[in-house]
Nanobody
């Protein structure tokens, strides 16, 4: 199973970016997908998660500015980021809780390779 992100880059404060992540491989069922981020010298933190059939969860720092969405047919998750601030600069990681094809496959967490988002002031 692979998670591949795209859409990062450099943007000015107040601007917008849209991140995409597609999961591929022998996927049986995806329980949840979302985004985390890690800035230099800081721990990786939750940005937003979207469980299947559950409530979407956002970090307080991004509520009202970021929107997470999923396309289940494509095994994809997106993050629309508006009103970006310099403190949003980080490597953004796609995350999925899924199980592979197979009768007894357990649910496991998978991560993408990360995409850099830099917001200039």
């Amino acid at each position: 199973v692979q998670l591949v992100e795209s859409g990062g880059g450099l943007v000015q404060a107040g601007g917008s970016l849209r991140l995409s992540c597609v999961a591929s491989g022998s996927i049986g069922r995806i329980n949840a997908m979302g985004w985390y981020r890690q800035a230099p010298g800081k721990q990786r933190e939750l940005v937003a998660t979207m469980p299947s059939g559950g409530n979407t969860n956002y970090a307080d720092s991004v509520k009202g500015r970021f929107t997470v969405s999923r396309d289940n047919a494509k095994n994809a998750v997106y993050l629309q980021m508006n009103s970006l601030k310099p403190e949003d600069s980080a490597v953004y990681y796609c995350n999925a809780l899924l199980r592979k094809i197979g009768l007894y496959s357990p649910y496991e967490t998978y991560w993408g390779q990360g995409t850099q988002v830099t917001v200039s002031s």
